[in-house]
C-alpha cells in the first residue's frame, strides 16, 4: 500500500519556499538600500492600500474565517480541504499575477533593459523589480499560511 503525503506537510514546504525567497528578496532590497531600507519596504508591502494586495488579501482573510467556521462543523473534513487549497490558490494566482503585471510594467518602461538609459544589461532589473517581486511573494505567502494553519488545526484536532 503506498502511502501519499499529507496535504499539511505539502503547505508547511510550500509555505517555508515562500519564506525562503521573501527573505533573500529582503535581503537583496537591503543591500541595495531601495527605498530607505528593507524595514520600510517591508512595512510598505504589508500595510499597502492598493487593490491588487487588498483584494486577494480580502479573499483570503474571508476563507481563512470560513475555514475556521468548517472546524467546529462535524463533516468538515472534505469542505475544509478545498477551502485551505482555495487559500493557497488564492495566493499564488495573486502572486504570480503581480509577477506579470511588473514584468509588462518594466519591458513598457525599459524596452531594452534599460541600456539606453545608462544602466548595464540586468542592472535595471536588478534595481527596480526586488520590491514587486517581493509583494508579490508576500500575497503567495499569505495564502500558504492560511492554508497551512487551517490543515494544521484540522490535523491536530480530534473529532468531538
Partial sequence: MRRSVSPWVLSVVAMLAGLAAMTSLAWVIDRQGANGGSVDVGLSILTSTYADD???RAIIVTLWVWGGYLLCRPDRRQRLLAVAAAC????VVACLYQIVRAELAFGQA??????TGGWSPGEARAGFLPVPYLSALTQAVFGLIACTVLLGISAFRRPA
Fill in 54 to 56: 487588498l483584494i486577494p
Fill in 88 to 91: 493557497a490558490v488564492v495566493g
Fill in 110 to 115: 525599459f524596452p531594452d533593459g534599460g541600456v
